[in-house]
């Protein structure tokens, strides 16, 4: 077993009142505790930072955001597996805005290094970067981290309450704890107590050395557990942000300023007014709510308020903004990450092969519009039911908007329909609560429209890239990579936290300059463009760029050099990866890729190593009377310790759909400042008939043990070029822009 001789007494906060026969315990693994964010209230159980022990079970406090990816379950599991209790007696709530929840698997983002080096390295992390994500407060939902940051923490916690237990019934029982064992909710001994029955004692008696179990003895971690969500999900009782009703509850909506950025000169609300059950006009600055009995009728008026509007800080369409783009390659790169060997020496020699891509911007598109509820109480207190992906951040622009302390702000997280990256910026919260702060004692729910919330997204940067290669004697001896977009980190990080820390933009080249392809002479450089565009983090962020531009520039030059694409990236990262080429042979092995290929039928190959995770992709298409049809996908990842195969498996397939998705027919492009597709029909997803088939398996070769690589993310990358390379193989024809639907005819 491993012994945890670093954590003390002190390390551990419990709450020492129970309340209605029931006690919390938690732990945390940091050299200063932060303090417990749940308190006691009357008539309820008091929660604490981690679990939960009264007469109806087990509640796990999850500090990550539920968004469909399944953490809430593998979280749980992890309690459980110390804690010894039945899957059946686990359930699992969202934590509240606490620095308690700080999220520590931000550590491995915080690196320029590449990834499949970093995870052949020692896992311990440096001390001083440890402490950043708790210091720093990063309470956050994304880069694929959750599971990374829960691992120990959830771990210890089910595993101090565990030990506390034991002890609370080793006193009554007046033997020691090491006689005693637990199971199924109970400590057995000469008698057997239920946790519910020790809770009050146990929650001063947490010993000061915790052990956790041995992996060989795990029964739902490395499982495919039923997700504690699934039957809430599947019958339609599950609740998310829109589903909130309250008592006296108002209907608002929101109308934004076009112009992303420009101000509202001037409105007439004189024929919302007169729609009947229509409330109130506010003006926001940039725009204006309206509220209503109803969301309907909300938006309904929103439509008749006569708004002047300002323009925007950024150029009139998108074909200027990509000119602004492409003039950045004129400028110094803002980042070289990577600089091996002597590129343009290697290039000099002739022979070149270059090759020139781009990407539109892109929205996130849930499928739950964005919303939140508020209620601005007579006493000052705030509450708001939001999803989100960053509470203390959401929690502090509540405040400020307000012009409150943070202290009067409640903050509830229901589960997302969706998120991507699209729910961390708190704009749906700070309007609500500036709506409802116009109509004091009201709670009022304010909901987007469909158009509003394509509009008024952040949204993923348009990039070009160009990249220059060499090859001798078929084997490629150079590649230099150069993106050029601007900064979604510097434009996101401005927006929330009111700077961008310096040094490279790793987000601008990740997917790029950190691949495992030993080539002599790699270079890659980014480059960032002056555009004000609102940009955001989108699924896999740089990842999905950099992935498109690269795999597709590595199959033109195996094209180039005769040979064939899989093989040629197995030679590329021969004595590079073991691990990545372990996952290129299986992918090959799965799709069959060595047989003989179909007439009217081809295949195409991507990887990309993201957020800890290498995945490699194959793609099948067919040329069809009503189109080019996508048939079969075969995905092979390896994210080292896989917790939970079956979520895995459905973040793969999820974020490989969202990936096709994108760049079978999904664009962003503006018009007078304005962006052109405002719903579905314009930004369409794959429907489930032109979606693939789909073939997952999971390796756990990458990194020593307790690495563990993120799983919404890495899925998406490889989509874009996998699919790009397999219409060059069915049709010889090489697209260098997305979205594809600009070069081929899809099935509808």
């Given at each position: 077993m491993a012994s945890w001789k670093t954590i003390t007494r002190r390390s551990f906060i419990v709450l020492g009142a129970a309340v209605v026969g029931g006690a919390a315990f938690g732990a945390y693994k940091v050299a200063e505790v932060p303090v417990n964010p749940l308190l006691p209230t009357p008539g309820a159980t008091p929660l604490n930072p981690w679990v939960i022990i009264n007469a109806d079970g087990i509640t796990v406090i999850a500090p990550r955001a539920e968004m469909g990816q399944g953490i809430s379950t593998t979280l749980a599991a992890l309690v459980a597996e110390e804690l010894d209790v039945d899957w059946a007696q686990i359930r699992v709530l969202h934590g509240p805005p606490a620095q308690a929840y700080y999220n520590a698997g931000f550590v491995d983002r915080m690196s320029n290094e590449p990834d499949y080096i970093l995870s052949k390295a020692d896992n311990t992390p440096n001390a001083v970067l440890a402490a950043l994500p708790k210091i720093l407060s990063l309470q956050m939902t994304g880069g694929s981290t959750g599971a990374i940051g829960g691992f120990h923490q959830m771990r210890l916690a089910g595993a101090g309450a565990r030990e506390a237990l034991k002890a609370a019934a080793a006193k009554r029982l007046g033997v020691s704890p090491d006689t005693l064992k637990t199971e199924a909710g109970t400590v057995i001994g000469e008698k057997t107590f239920t946790y519910a029955e020790l809770a009050e004692e146990a929650v001063t008696?947490?010993?000061?050395?915790?052990?956790?179990?041995?992996?060989?003895?795990?029964?739902?971690?490395?499982?495919?557990?039923?997700?504690?969500?699934?039957?809430?999900?599947?019958?339609?009782?599950?609740?998310?942000?829109?589903?909130?009703?309250?008592?006296?509850?108002?209907?608002?909506?929101?109308?934004?300023?076009?112009?992303?950025?420009?101000?509202?000169?001037?409105?007439?609300?004189?024929?919302?007014?007169?729609?009947?059950?229509?409330?109130?006009?506010?003006?926001?600055?940039?725009?204006?709510?309206?509220?209503?009995?109803?969301?309907?009728?909300?938006?309904?008026?929103?439509?008749?308020?006569?708004?002047?509007?300002?323009?925007?800080?950024?150029?009139?369409?998108?074909?200027?903004?990509?000119?602004?783009?492409?003039?950045?390659?004129?400028?110094?790169?803002?980042?070289?990450?990577?600089?091996?060997?002597?590129?343009?020496?290697?290039?000099?020699?002739?022979?070149?092969?270059?090759?020139e891509y781009r990407i539109p911007f892109l929205a996130h598109a849930a499928m739950e519009p964005l919303n939140a509820t508020a209620w601005v109480k007579s006493d000052g207190a705030v509450e708001v039911w939001c999803g989100n992906q960053a509470p203390i951040l959401t929690r502090d622009a509540i405040a400020t908007a307000l012009r409150t302390d943070s202290a009067k702000v409640t903050l509830h997280t229901p589960p997302m329909g969706g998120g991507f990256g699209g729910r961390t910026d708190p704009v749906p919260a700070i309007f609500a609560a500036r709506v409802a702060a116009a109509m004091p004692d009201t709670p009022i729910k304010v909901t987007w429209s469909r158009e509003e919330d394509m509009t008024q997204d952040y949204y993923r940067p348009a990039a070009i890239a160009r990249l220059s290669g060499r090859l001798d004697g078929g084997k490629a001896t150079a590649l230099w990579g150069r993106t050029a977009a601007p900064s979604a980190t510097h434009s996101a990080l401005g927006r929330l936290i009111g700077f961008a820390p310096p040094g490279p933009d790793r987000a601008t080249v990740e997917g790029g300059f950190d691949q495992p392809y030993g080539l002599p002479n790699y270079r890659y450089d980014g480059h960032l463009a002056d555009l004000k565009v609102p940009l955001g983090f989108w699924r896999s962020v740089g990842n999905s760029m950099n992935a498109f531009f690269l795999e597709s520039f590595i199959d033109e030059l195996a094209d180039a050099a005769k040979t064939d694409p899989l093989q040629f990236r197995l030679d590329l990262m021969g004595d590079t990866h073991a691990p990545s080429v372990t996952l290129l042979e299986t992918v090959r092995d799965m799709s069959g890729w060595d047989t003989l290929k179909r007439p009217g039928f081809g295949r195409g190959v991507a990887f990309c190593y993201s957020f800890g995770t290498p995945v490699a992709e194959v793609l099948e298409v067919q040329d069809t009377p009503a189109g080019i049809r996508l048939t079969r996908a075969w995905i092979a990842c390896d994210p080292g310790l896989a917790m939970d195969p079956s979520i895995i498996e459905a973040q793969m397939t999820g974020g490989m759909?969202?990936?096709?998705?994108?760049?079978?027919?999904?664009?962003?492009?503006?018009?007078?400042?304005?962006?052109?597709?405002?719903?579905?029909?314009?930004?369409?997803?794959?429907?489930?008939?032109?979606?693939?088939?789909?073939?997952?398996?999971?390796l756990q070769n990458n990194g020593t043990f307790g690495h563990i690589g993120g799983a919404g993310e890495p899925g998406t990358p490889p989509a874009a070029p996998a699919l790009a390379n397999a219409l060059f193989d069915l049709t010889g024809t090489r697209a260098r822009e997305l979205p594809l639907n600009r070069t081929f005819n899809f099935m509808a």
């Open positions: 008696m947490v010993p000061a050395d915790i052990a956790l179990r041995d992996p060989s003895t795990w029964r739902f971690v490395g499982k495919a557990m039923p997700r504690l969500d699934m039957v809430a999900k599947s019958t339609g009782t599950e609740t998310f942000g829109i589903d909130i009703t309250l008592p006296g509850m108002k209907f608002a909506t929101v109308r934004m300023n076009p112009k992303r950025g420009g101000p509202m000169t001037s409105f007439d609300p004189a024929a919302a007014l007169a729609l009947p059950g229509v409330d109130q006009v506010i003006g926001l600055g940039s725009g204006i709510a309206v509220v209503a009995n109803n969301t309907w009728s909300a938006m309904q008026a929103a439509a008749l308020v006569d708004i002047q509007w300002g323009p925007a800080d950024y150029p009139a369409d998108t074909a200027a903004m990509l000119a602004r783009i492409e003039a950045a390659f004129a400028t110094a790169p803002d980042s070289r990450l990577r600089d091996d060997g002597d590129v343009e020496a290697e290039l000099a020699k002739g022979d070149v092969i270059e090759a759909v969202y990936g096709l998705s994108a760049a079978v027919q999904g664009a962003i492009s503006f018009a007078d400042q304005q962006v052109v597709e405002l719903n579905f029909p314009d930004y369409d997803p794959l429907r489930m008939h032109t979606t693939p088939s789909f073939e997952v398996k999971i």
